[in-house]
């Protein structure tokens, strides 16, 4: 899973300015990529991405939180208990409201982060 601009940008043809609003790209080991947006984006991602699929989220507080949002995007690529690639350490970052640590969120039940460099 893919948070930094410049890799989203590399891989989708996407280009944004990075905010407290996280976008996430989830690509597959088939290549298939996922593109998660805030609300704002998603228009704009669906026109000039090259992602297969893009989905929004609304601000937060909404009635669900955008990680849960996002564990349905990992469940419909049929990656709900599989491990995950981070290309940093997001859980020392602070993107606002999102807490990429709850335990209600993960989709997996033992959440390990570890970093290529």
Same mark, same amino acid.
């Given at each position: 899973?893919?948070?930094?601009?410049?890799?989203?940008?590399?891989? @989708?043809?996407?280009?944004?300015?990075?905010?407290?609003? =996280?976008?996430?790209? #989830?690509? @597959?080991?088939?290549?298939?990529?996922?593109?998660?947006?805030? %609300?704002?984006?998603?228009?704009?991602?669906?026109? &000039?991405?090259?992602?297969?699929? &893009?989905?929004?989220?609304?601000?937060? =507080?909404?009635?669900?939180?955008?990680?849960?949002?996002?564990?349905?995007?990992?469940?419909?690529?049929?990656? %709900?208990?599989?491990?995950?690639?981070?290309?940093?350490? &997001?859980?020392?970052?602070?993107?606002? #409201?999102?807490?990429?640590?709850?335990?209600?969120?993960? =989709?997996?039940?033992?959440? @390990?982060?570890?970093?290529?460099?």
């Amino acid at each position: 899973m893919l948070f930094d601009d410049q890799y989203i940008l590399f891989y @989708t043809s996407f280009a944004f300015f990075p905010t407290e609003r =996280p976008i996430a790209l #989830t690509v @597959t080991v088939d290549g298939e990529r996922a593109l998660f947006v805030p %609300r704002l984006e998603g228009d704009h991602a669906r026109q &000039v991405s090259q992602a297969e699929h &893009v989905e929004s989220y609304r601000e937060f =507080p909404d009635e669900r939180h955008p990680l849960l949002q996002l564990a349905d995007v990992l469940t419909n690529l049929g990656l %709900r208990f599989a491990p995950i690639g981070l290309n940093h350490d &997001v859980t020392r970052r602070s993107w606002g #409201t999102w807490d990429l640590c709850c335990p209600r969120c993960c =989709p997996a039940r033992d959440v @390990t982060v570890r970093i290529a460099r």
